[in-house]
Each structure stands twice: as structure tokens, then as C-alpha cells.
């Protein structure tokens, strides 16, 4: 057997990771094997162990392959020194995450496969707290801009900073299950921007 290069390896491993993206988001994660998955990358099952140790790792790959690049958009946003004021910052971000969720198809799917297509038991009973992690941490970010916003004076009178963020971070949640439950051609993409627009002006 000849030894891969670096390269190839690479190769194979975003080639397992998009298959296993499209076999999720097809089958449900409870209905995708390991050996549907090598098929459809048109590699061996043990190369998929060569590069993961079971589904679960194969599956939190694929979600940072894709998290990663957006989380790297939006919080460019988030933390942009030249926002003066912290809640054009968050609204700034926030409509981004739905831009690259309306402009990139694997970013979509993975949502999808991880709210819609993938049950919490047997291998994945012990993962679902990590799963959330992503939602935890976006109210997190959120909070501490706030925070900022109200020590700035920006945020409006009588409104907590952890209200707003809780509230937001509801309100996203929201709208991101809205959207992906919704088929494209709806209108539904083209109201995101103003929906947003009006949720952070009840705070401004």
C-alpha cells in the first residue's frame, strides 16, 4: 500500500466530512453508518477511523468545518472597533449569520441535520450539552456587548442588559427555526434584515 502525502490525507478527510454531511442531513444521524458514509466519500470505512474515532467525532468535525469560517464573519462584526455603538454591532452580526446561512448551502444543512435530523441517544445521549454549546456561547458574546452598550449609554432606560440578551438570543433561536422550516422562495429571506432591524430597535 502506497503511503499518502500530507495533501491527499487532507484531501481524504474533507472528503469524509462532506459526505458525512450529505448522509446526515439525508438519513438522520440514528440512520447513518459509518460504511454509508465511506461510500458515499469513495473511500474504506477504516480510513474513516484513520481520521476519526467514531460517529460522534465524525460528526462534531463536520459541524466546526462549518462553524468555524462563519464564527470567524460574525465575530468580526461583533468586536469591529469601528462600532461606536455596541448594538449596531450585535444587529450587524446577527444579520450576517443569516446571510451566511441564506448564501451557503453546507452551513444551512448542517443547522438542519443538527436541529431536525439528529436524535440524542445511544452514541450521541452524552453529546447533546456540547451541541448546545454554540447557542450558549452566542449568548454569552451577546451579553458582554450589552453590557458595554448600556455603560455607553446606548441601550435604552429601564432595560437590563441580561433581559436584552436573553431576549435576543430567544429571538434568533426563533428566527433561525423559522427559517429553516420554511422552503426557499417563500419571501422569508428578504424580511430577515427588517425583522432584525425592528427587534434592536426596541432597544436603542
Given at each position: 500500500m502506497v503511503r499518502k502525502t500530507k495533501e491527499e490525507a487532507e484531501q481524504t478527510r474533507k472528503d469524509i466530512l462532506n459526505a458525512a454531511?450529505?448522509?446526515?442531513?439525508?438519513?438522520?444521524?440514528?440512520?447513518?453508518?459509518?460504511?454509508?458514509?465511506?461510500?458515499?466519500?469513495?473511500?474504506?470505512?477504516?480510513a474513516i477511523y484513520w481520521h476519526f474515532k467514531d460517529k460522534a467525532e465524525?460528526?462534531?468535525?463536520?459541524?466546526?468545518e462549518v462553524f468555524v469560517p462563519m464564527l470567524g464573519r460574525t465575530d468580526a462584526i461583533l468586536y469591529d472597533p469601528n462600532h461606536a455603538n455596541p448594538l449596531d454591532a450585535i444587529e450587524g452580526s446577527i444579520a450576517e449569520f443569516f446571510r451566511v446561512l441564506e448564501d451557503s448551502l453546507q452551513f444551512r444543512e448542517v443547522f438542519e441535520v443538527m436541529i431536525s435530523r439528529?436524535?440524542?441517544?445511544?452514541?450521541?445521549?452524552?453529546?447533546?450539552?456540547?451541541?448546545?454549546?454554540p447557542a450558549q456561547d452566542f449568548l454569552e458574546k451577546i451579553l458582554r456587548m450589552?453590557?458595554?452598550?448600556?455603560?455607553?449609554?446606548?441601550?435604552?432606560?429601564?432595560?437590563?442588559?441580561e433581559a436584552a440578551a436573553r431576549d435576543t438570543w430567544a429571538f434568533t433561536s426563533g428566527l433561525l427555526h423559522l427559517m429553516l422550516g420554511c422552503r426557499k422562495g417563500t419571501g422569508l429571506e428578504q424580511e430577515i434584515p427588517g425583522m432584525i432591524a425592528a427587534h434592536m430597535a426596541m432597544r436603542r
Open positions: 454531511r450529505i448522509v446526515f442531513h439525508e438519513c438522520g444521524v440514528s440512520r447513518s453508518s459509518l460504511e454509508k458514509i465511506a461510500k458515499a466519500a469513495g473511500v474504506t470505512r477504516g465524525l460528526f462534531f468535525a463536520m459541524r466546526e439528529c436524535e440524542y441517544v445511544e452514541e450521541f445521549a452524552s453529546v447533546q450539552q456540547e451541541v448546545g454549546r450589552y453590557r458595554l452598550a448600556a455603560e455607553k449609554g446606548y441601550l435604552r432606560a429601564g432595560i437590563a442588559p
